[in-house]
C-alpha cells in the first residue's frame, strides 16, 4: 500500500482522537506516527526510537513509548507478546480489516506475519451471542526453515562424529 494511502487516513484519526481527548497535536506525535507508517513491518520501541534517532529527529525513548501507548489507545497501532520476546507492534491501517497470523520460531524468535484467506474465513465466521469480533490474532509457534536447516546440518554433524569414533 502506498505510504500516503495508509499515512494521511492515520494522521486524521490521530488529529480526531487527540482532540477528542483535548490533547496537543504536537510534531513529535506526528513524527513518530510517520515513522510507524513508513513500513508494515512489526517494530520494537526501541528500534524505532534509534531510527528517529539515526534520522536525526531527536525525541526521548520516554516519548516514544509513551506515544505508541497513545497509538494503542487510539486504535493506530496493536501490541503483539510473542513468547518471551519483547512487545512488538504493528500499524493499523484505518478502515482496513487486515487479519493474518503470525508465525513465531520458538528457536530464534523470528516472526512472520502470514494471510490466509481459509483461516481468515472461518475464523471471521465465528459467532458470539454476546460479542462482536473486530479483529484477531494468532500465533503459530514452531521451528522457522532457518533453525531447522541448521538443526539438520548440527544433527548430521552429530552422527558423523559417532559414525567416526565408533571402533572398525
Same mark, same amino acid.
Given at each position: ?60 525513548? !520516554? /516519548? ?10 487510539? #486504535? +493506530?497501532?496493536? &501490541?503483539? %507478546? ?46 458470539? !451471542? /454476546? ?10 509457534? #514452531? +521451528?522457522?526453515? &532457518?533453525? %531447522? ?20
Amino acid at each position: 500500500m502506498n505510504d500516503d494511502k495508509a499515512l494521511n487516513p492515520a494522521r486524521a484519526a490521530l488529529s480526531q482522537y487527540l482532540k477528542e481527548k483535548k490533547m496537543r497535536r504536537t510534531p513529535e506525535r506526528f513524527a513518530i506516527l510517520e515513522k510507524v507508517f513508513s513500513t508494515d513491518a512489526h517494530f520494537y520501541v526501541d528500534a524505532l526510537h534509534e531510527s528517529l534517532e539515526m534520522e536525526g529527529y531527536h525525541v526521548s525513548l !520516554s /516519548t516514544v513509548y509513551a506515544t505508541v501507548q497513545l497509538f494503542l489507545e487510539a #486504535g +493506530l497501532v496493536r &501490541r503483539h %507478546q510473542f513468547g518471551n520476546q519483547p512487545a512488538q507492534y504493528e500499524r493499523v491501517l484505518q478502515g482496513v480489516t487486515e487479519n493474518h497470523h503470525h508465525l513465531v520460531c520458538t528457536t530464534c524468535g523470528r516472526v512472520r506475519a502470514v494471510k490466509d484467506e481459509e483461516i481468515a474465513a472461518r475464523i471471521s465466521g465465528l459467532r458470539y !451471542s /454476546t460479542f462482536r469480533t473486530e479483529f484477531f490474532s494468532l500465533y503459530v509457534y #514452531g +521451528l522457522c526453515s &532457518r533453525c %531447522q536447516k541448521r538443526l539438520r546440518k548440527e544433527r548430521r554433524k552429530e552422527l558423523e562424529a559417532t559414525e567416526k569414533k565408533k571402533p572398525k
